[in-house]
């Protein structure tokens, strides 16, 4: 312990500091106090201030990481408010935990109706095949090719729905998927009465 009285004057007989360290060795900043009586049971004031470092740093670091985490939601929100393009961010589980405003726009919802409910639920049953299809290639690649399936409006129509998918991790380093879809319904229309066309020629 540091000779306290030449340093701070005679009020005070003792202190005790630990640095605050991250998981990683970093520094984040310093802990310790003084006191007006001797320090007599050296070990047991550097086992409690340790424990105490310890415990203060994770917590500093997790709120750190929770501002980092709004911050980078805040500027996610205003990035897919400036698209027409709808953004999805689905869960390990296959569960949505994000929608962006165009799903008002697209499916005739408010983003909140969605979060919290299984990512396929939008999607035509006859479709699933290929949207799971879609999601397995995630684990070979970071990044799918674009599919084309429906998905269920608010009024009960079926739109054609463009996607492609991305795998990421979120701050609490888990395993997402974020899922930019757009409306392609008028395009696939004018796709489907081409090919009808076409058949009734050939035959």
Same mark, same amino acid.
């Given at each position: 312990?540091?000779?306290?009285?030449?340093?701070?004057? @005679?009020?005070?007989? #003792?202190?005790?500091?630990?640095?605050?360290?991250?998981?990683?060795? #970093?520094? /984040?900043?310093?802990? &310790?106090?003084?006191?007006?009586?001797?320090?007599?049971?050296?070990?047991?004031?550097? #086992?409690?201030? +340790?424990?105490?470092?310890? /415990?203060?740093?994770?917590?500093? !670091?997790?709120? *750190?990481?929770?501002?980092?985490?709004?911050?980078?939601?805040?500027?996610?929100?205003?990035?897919? %408010?400036? +698209?027409?393009?709808?953004?999805?961010?689905? !869960?390990?589980?296959?569960?949505? =935990?994000?929608?962006?405003?165009?799903?008002?726009?697209? /499916?005739?919802?408010?983003?909140?109706?969605?979060?919290?409910?299984?990512? !396929?639920? /939008?999607? @035509?049953?006859?479709?699933?095949?290929?949207?799971? %299809?879609?999601?397995?290639?995630?684990?070979?690649?970071? $990044? =799918?090719?674009?599919?084309? $399936? *429906?998905?269920? @409006?608010?009024? &009960?129509?079926?739109?054609?729905?463009?996607?492609?998918?991305? %795998?990421?991790?979120?701050?609490?380093? %888990?395993? *997402? +998927?974020?899922?930019?879809?757009?409306?392609? $319904?008028?395009?696939?229309?004018?796709?489907?009465?081409?090919?009808?066309?076409?058949?009734?020629?050939? @035959?």
């Amino acid at each position: 312990m540091p000779a306290v009285p030449d340093r701070i004057g @005679h009020d005070f007989d #003792s202190y005790a500091g630990l640095p605050l360290l991250r998981t990683d060795g #970093s520094v /984040l900043g310093i802990i &310790g106090g003084y006191g007006r009586k001797p320090i007599h049971d050296t070990d047991l004031v550097r #086992s409690v201030l +340790t424990s105490f470092a310890m /415990l203060a740093a994770a917590a500093i !670091d997790r709120l *750190r990481a929770d501002e980092d985490a709004q911050a980078n939601r805040a500027r996610f929100d205003a990035l897919a %408010s400036q +698209t027409h393009d709808m953004l999805v961010e689905i !869960d390990a589980e296959g569960f949505i =935990t994000y929608m962006s405003p165009a799903s008002l726009a697209i /499916l005739g919802r408010e983003p909140e109706f969605f979060i919290g409910q299984p990512a !396929d639920f /939008l999607v @035509h049953p006859d479709d699933r095949p290929v949207a799971e %299809s879609g999601l397995d290639e995630l684990e070979g690649s970071r $990044t =799918t090719d674009y599919a084309v $399936t *429906r998905g269920r @409006h608010a009024d &009960g129509s079926w739109r054609w729905i463009e996607s492609r998918a991305t %795998s990421f991790k979120a701050n609490d380093h %888990s395993d *997402r +998927t974020l899922v930019l879809a757009r409306d392609v $319904t008028e395009r696939r229309r004018g796709e489907l009465g081409r090919e009808l066309l076409f058949s009734v020629i050939q @035959h």
